[in-house]
């Protein structure tokens, strides 16, 4: 599976908009972008994911570079309950199976 | 509230112990997942089942044994583990392989794992 790379740690204020970006510069064609988060004492949950057009659902949107070699995860207004680790992974429409890196862990401050 | 549930939540044992980790799922899903979560590391893929066949063991120990009866059941057989194996044992299921590859994998919240 192609790798992705994403920064160890982000910061947000509570009710402000927080963008958490992926580079993902070897993806394939075949490749979606998948893009789960570990709440605390929790297991992964999935939040959203695209192949190459921009996608928004009831969680948050996901922005996909023209190149598709990046992408950003937007949460629109933060919560103390988005505070979590975030993994962006590249998925082949061949296989059903999920490669985590180390994510980025989302603190939010009041 | 999760769909997929797992049993025990938390589990101590000594290395010589046998104990069995459950995971139940009423999704309709055709696949299953174990994961092992260690302190500090990436969560890893160890087993895949596809319609109740395994189709991935990703180099898991022996004394790590999956057994999956049905679609909705997995269990994780242990046996003569290692301080090593002491981690959160994660369940997933989702639609099967094929048209549906890319839907979302379901996790449950694991099984705190600890080998004395």
């Known amino acids: 599976d192609a790798k992705t790379t994403q920064p160890n740690s982000m910061e947000s204020n509570e009710e402000e908009p927080v963008h958490l970006p992926c580079n993902h510069s070897?993806?394939?064609?075949?490749?979606?972008i998948h893009w789960y988060r570990q709440l605390p004492s929790q297991g992964p949950e999935y939040v959203i994911h695209?192949?190459?057009s921009n996608v928004n659902n009831r969680m948050a949107s996901l922005a996909i570079a023209e190149d598709r070699k990046s992408s950003t995860l937007i949460l629109h207004r933060a919560t103390l309950r988005d505070a979590a680790v975030y993994y962006c992974?590249?998925?082949?429409?061949?296989?059903?199976?999920?490669?985590f890196g180390g994510g980025t862990r989302l603190m939010v401050k009041p | 509230e999760t769909g997929v549930t797992q049993t025990p939540r938390h589990l101590v044992m000594g290395m010589t112990n046998k104990k069995s980790l459950k995971c139940e799922q009423h999704?309709?899903?055709?696949?299953m997942y174990w994961y092992k979560q260690s302190a500090k590391k990436p969560l890893e893929l160890m087993f895949v089942?596809?319609?109740?066949?395994?189709?991935e063991n990703n180099s898991v120990p022996s004394r790590f044994s999956p057994e999956c009866p049905n679609s909705s059941h997995l269990f994780l057989h242990l046996h003569t583990l290692q301080p090593e194996d002491s981690a959160l044992y994660l369940c997933?299921?989702?639609?099967?392989?094929?048209?549906?590859?890319?839907?979302?994998?379901?996790f449950g919240d694991g099984t705190r794992l600890s080998i004395l």
């Open positions: 992974i590249l998925r082949n429409n061949a296989g059903n199976m999920l490669t």
């Open positions: 997933a299921s989702s639609q099967g392989p094929g048209p549906y590859s890319n839907q979302p994998q379901h």
């Open positions: 070897t993806i394939s064609g075949t490749d979606y």
């Open positions: 089942y596809n319609f109740k066949e395994q189709t």
């Open positions: 999704l309709g899903h055709n696949a």
């Open positions: 695209g192949l190459t």
